[in-house]
């Protein structure tokens, strides 16, 4: 939940600011047919890079990887995750209470992505927390708690409380041994079913605007279309094109002209 959490502090932004940071080429319609929903996360995560690096090129901004002054560290981490106060706030059935800045060039990005600013933002941060609500859900389950209980046992260290997470492979063989990855396994399908289920509308509303950001995503990062060439063999010479004449009929319609493309610019278990 918490990296969940710290992920959507910087999801929403106002979309009429991403005028100023890029423009979009024409493209297809939507992503490629028969991609995988890992393919089209890093869809919109490329796309979304693309746009935060606009939206900083339109500040004087860049990221790199070379050290900055302190004042120039202040102005990019502004410039990327704005400033307080944060406009947007969700409390989570857990209690935690998740805000986010509706200014800067991350959270811009992502409105241009995904749109209204304020139903993104609840709908992914309670889409992010499906899972940790799930899990939470299953504590109350006699099974799991016994399981729970093993694995505290076996994560503990001989002699004493353990102090913070034990190791991760530790953590991992306990949950094998303790039964707690069982457990798990076998309730949390119900679960999370059940909080989906709760939170319908939500989703729904994570899925339709996720489906406008892929078709956003697909024109921000389509390859750019090439103007066409004329080929010179086929060009008139001043030698050999005819004098316009009063016999010569054709009309402005029957000339091509050049079309204008548009440029881009609690027990810690696992």
């Known amino acids: 939940m918490r990296h969940a959490s710290r992920h ?14 890029a423009t979009v080429r024409p493209g297809p319609a939507g992503p490629p ?3 995988t929903r890992q393919e089209q996360d890093r869809l919109l995560k490329t796309a979304e890079e ?9 500040r004087g901004l860049r990221l790199s990887g070379r050290a900055r002054a302190p004042a120039e560290d202040r102005r990019l981490q502004a410039a990327l995750f ?26 811009t990005a992502r409105a241009g992505l995904y749109g209204d600013q304020n139903r993104w933002f609840r709908a992914q941060v ?22 729970l209980d093993r694995w505290t046992r076996c994560a503990a260290p001989e002699g004493g409380p353990r102090r913070g997470r034990p190791d991760s492979l530790l953590a991992a063989r ?6 707690l990855d069982d457990v798990r396994a076998r309730l949390e399908p119900a679960e999370l079913a059940a909080v989906r289920a709760l939170h319908h509308d939500q989703v729904a509303v994570y899925e339709q605007l996720r489906a406008g950001a892929l078709r956003r995503a697909a024109e921000l990062t389509a390859p750019a279309t090439p103007t066409p060439r004329p080929d010179p063999e086929t060009q008139a010479t001043p030698e050999t094109q005819p004098a316009h004449t009063a016999q010569d009929t054709r009309t402005a319609q029957d000339i091509p002209t050049a079309q204008a ?6 027990v810690d278990a696992p």
């Open 126 to 147: 309670t889409v992010d927390n499906l899972r940790a609500e799930a899990q939470a859900r299953m504590k109350d389950d006699p099974a799991h708690r016994a399981a």
């Open 33 to 35: 047919a028969g991609t």
């Open 50 to 58: 693309r746009l935060v690096t606009d939206c900083l090129g339109a």
């Open 261 to 266: 493309t548009p440029t881009t610019k609690g």
């Open 174 to 179: 306990c949950a094998r041994e303790s039964g």
């Open 82 to 107: 704005g400033s307080e106060p944060r406009e947007l706030s969700l409390t989570l059935s857990s209690g935690l209470t998740v805000t986010a800045n509706s200014d800067g060039c991350v959270a």
């Open 8 to 21: 959507a502090l910087v999801t929403a932004a106002a979309a009429l600011v991403l005028a100023a940071c």
